[in-house]
């Protein structure tokens, strides 16, 4: 099945810090969607990609979709302490339909110290 | 506007017991999907309903089954409760056609 590798798989920052984090697959994806979990709550969707090479942001926040499809990164700048969490990519596959089918990373756990 | 609310947030099973977990979609949505989260995991696909259809299904075993209602709503339900099924079941929802998936907080079941 379609794997996403994502990394790294944990990073302890500090206050004001710029972080960056990707996936990468030796699948193609047609959307890249990118989530934030805090503890003991579902993910909470960030930033939706739709076509390759795409860069989008919010806020603080910038990811692009890679050109070849097979990956995309995400960028936080000068980050605060309520950005801690795990941080989720997912891949589409199919459209919209019944043939949708998202595919996860395993996350990126991010500390950041005051 | 509510968003994807799922029920109850924490239970508590004995082995080879029954449960059923509980979901309303985000207001506007028609499709539901369900996913297991182990710790330290990502989610894993379970089954997606449309239209009171499991139109879609992950790797998972028939112990898993679902149900969707008129109202759009759902619930997942797991027979023969297995230690290995101890996790997070997170539900969400999006309109037919979209791509965006809006998660619920999620229902953390633990099987003893």
């Known amino acids: 099945g379609q794997q996403l590798n994502q990394s790294p798989q944990s990073m302890f920052i500090q206050e004001g810090e710029d972080v960056s984090m990707n996936c990468t697959s030796s699948?193609?994806?047609?959307?890249w969607l990118w989530y934030k979990q805090d503890p003991g709550e579902g993910p909470v969707l960030l930033i939706a990609l739709y076509k390759a090479g795409e860069l989008t942001s919010n806020g603080r926040l910038t990811a692009q979709f890679g050109i070849t499809r097979k990956d995309s990164f995400l960028n936080i700048s000068a980050s605060i302490p309520s950005d801690v969490g795990i941080y989720f990519c997912a891949g589409l596959t199919g459209g919209g339909g019944s043939n949708y089918k998202l595919t996860f990373g395993k996350g990126t756990l991010l500390t950041v110290n005051p | 506007d509510a968003g994807v609310t799922q029920s109850p947030t924490h239970l508590i099973k004995t082995r080879g017991q029954q449960v059923t977990l509980r979901c309303s979609p985000k207001?506007?949505?028609?499709?539901v999907s369900w996913y297991q989260q182990a710790l330290g995991q990502g989610p894993q696909f379970i089954f997606q309903?449309?239209?009171?259809?499991?139109?879609q299904r992950g790797n998972f075993p028939d112990r898993f089954s679902g149900h969707q209602f008129p109202n759009y709503s759902s619930e997942l339900n797991v027979n023969a409760l297995l230690l290995g099924d101890s996790a997070l079941y997170l539900c969400?929802?999006?309109?037919?056609?979209?791509?965006?998936?809006?998660f619920g907080n999620g229902t953390r079941l633990t099987v003893t």
């Open positions: 699948s193609i994806f047609n959307t």
């Open positions: 309903y449309y239209e009171e259809e499991e139109r």
């Open positions: 207001s506007g949505h028609d499709t």
């Open positions: 969400a929802s999006r309109s037919q056609g979209a791509l965006t998936l809006h």
